[in-house]
């Protein structure tokens, strides 16, 4: 069954929040123990204050980063659980890039399991079988709040 995707679907609303380059590598740092202003300035390469501000603010009103104000003019960000959610987008994100576009050296940064120790690959799995999924397994339909794109008139 091929369902054609409303206009306003989830991924599109992901897209138009997060979708800018700047906000991504925002909360990227934010997992790797980025806190302050001026960090991620420095290492996502904005120069821009005021583009990291209005960045570092729209994620805040969107519920995923908070500011606290630990005193002494010092600013922390952390992410919320939204925003802690994001994490497997970080992963499939660093993981494609790992596999196509890393340099003959491998990739930047690897990632060890502190459970186990072992450097670990992002896999995603059926939350019901546990088998992992490939495009080619996965039907999309209409879920409970699909509402169908309006019909287009055919071409005259």
């Known amino acids: 069954m091929t369902i054609r995707r409303p206009a306003d679907d989830s991924v599109t609303r992901v897209v138009e929040l997060l979708g800018d380059r700047w906000t991504i590598l925002i909360i990227a740092e934010a997992f790797f123990g980025v806190r302050r202003f001026s960090d991620f300035a420095r290492n ?3 120069s821009n204050r ?3 501000t209005s960045r570092l603010r729209m994620l805040i009103d969107a519920d995923i980063l908070t500011r606290t104000d630990e005193g002494g003019g010092r600013v922390d960000y952390h992410l919320t659980a939204p925003g802690r959610e994001l994490y497997p987008t970080i992963l499939a994100l660093m993981s494609w890039g790992d596999r196509h576009l890393a340099d003959q050296d491998g990739p930047p ?21 546990h088998a992992e999924l ?3 397994d996965v039907d999309p339909r209409p879920g409970p709040g699909f ?3 309006p019909a287009t008139e055919p071409a005259s």
């Open 134 to 136: 490939d495009p080619r």
């Open 44 to 46: 996502i390469g904005i």
């Open 109 to 129: 940064l690897i990632l060890e399991h502190r459970t186990c120790g072992h450097v670990m690959t992002p896999l995603l799995v059926c939350d019901h079988c």
């Open 147 to 149: 509402h169908p794109p």
């Open 50 to 52: 005021n583009l990291l």
